[in-house]
């Protein structure tokens, strides 16, 4: 099947040039659109039965809606998650939803290089020396063979890091609903109390929403580290603040953050921040804040690109072949 047609939003120039230089081998012709998908955008765009869209654009029901009359009847995301998708939405409408899997490298990679900063108090060195403070920090890093690491969700993702951490031989505990990997598995409550560090990798859904809260950090190891790269709300990050202050968490790496829409991704320097999330933890030494970027390779994006194409002529026969 030659010519079909995909729309692909909120594409950046480094993926529309995948996008165009890829399409041809899959006989797809994208329309490429660099804004956040939109009602206004939905109707006006060219009325292709398929589109794409990131994890940075919000899909409601009012979209849905406004896609459906524009003919859409199959949205790829380009993440893993598709918690910004209303999906309830999607399917009373009869819009397919469709997500990828690309390289699970990029975030384990990105997870262990937190895990290493937070341990090594690497936020406190470097702005140190950036004030040519070069005195050594007065509290001394910690090596991961001496920790015991939780990793929370052992799907590609967590996979990927659990064999990372076993270079460095560290003990590592593992929890998920279904065990799908050899792995030393516990219930959640054992694995928070005898984890060092503990790294989010579960899915975010109505039954993961602050996984970790008040009581599952009252129940974690005192001085124990937080990593997230997950997506925000799988921590409850007033929680967080509040174990931060008190001494009960040694600190935290987070890569996604609740309220991060509108932030992350955007230029905020003659802005007011008003996340008072995000201005308490920026403010504290032990905790390390990057803007949703472990997935952000040169690899991902191919994977990415690659898995969006091929879901799209997936759909397109599967209405063919019916």
């Known amino acids: 099947m030659n010519n079909i047609g995909i729309t692909v939003y909120d594409c950046e120039h480094d993926e529309a040039d995948v996008f165009r230089r890829l399409s041809p081998r899959f006989g797809v012709m994208p329309a490429i659109i660099s804004d956040p998908l939109s009602e206004t955008n939905a109707i006006s765009a060219p009325r292709n039965q398929c589109i794409s869209v990131s994890h940075k654009s919000e899909v409601s029901a009012s979209i849905l809606l406004a896609l459906k009359r524009a003919g859409v009847k199959y949205i790829s995301t380009r993440s893993i998650g598709c918690n910004h998708i209303d999906t309830t939405a999607a399917k009373k409408m009869g819009i397919a939803i469709g997500n990828v899997a690309y390289s699970p490298d990029s975030v384990a990679d990105y997870t262990l290089m937190l895990m290493l900063m937070a341990v090594r108090n690497a936020k406190s060195i470097v702005r140190s020396v950036e004030k040519y403070d070069f005195k050594l920090d007065s509290v001394r890093g910690k090596e991961l063979r001496d920790m015991t690491v939780g990793v929370m969700g052992t799907g590609r993702i967590g996979k990927a890091v659990i064999e990372r951490l076993q270079g460095f031989g560290c003990h590592v505990l593992a929890y998920d609903r279904c065990q799908k990997i ?58 967080l603040i509040k174990a931060l202050e008190t001494g009960k968490l040694g600190g935290a790496a987070l ?68």
Not at 277 to 289: A, C, E, G, T
């Open 182 to 239: 050899t792995a030393d598995y516990v219930p959640l409550d054992k694995l928070l109390r005898n984890s060092d560090i503990v790294t989010l990798h579960v899915p975010l859904g109505a039954d993961t929403h602050h996984i970790i809260g008040h009581e599952q950090i009252k129940g974690m190891k005192q001085g124990a580290f937080i990593i997230n790269t997950g997506r925000g709300a799988l921590l409850d990050t007033a929680a």
């Open 255 to 322: 890569d996604v953050l609740e309220g991060e829409e509108g932030l992350f991704y955007f230029d905020c320097t003659q802005k007011t921040i008003d996340n008072q999330f995000l201005l308490k933890l920026q403010r504290m030494p032990n905790v390390i804040i990057t803007p949703h970027t472990a997935y952000y390779t040169e690899r991902a994006l191919q994977d990415t690109v690659e898995k969006t194409l091929g879901n799209c002529l997936d759909f397109e026969r599967s209405l063919t072949h019916g």
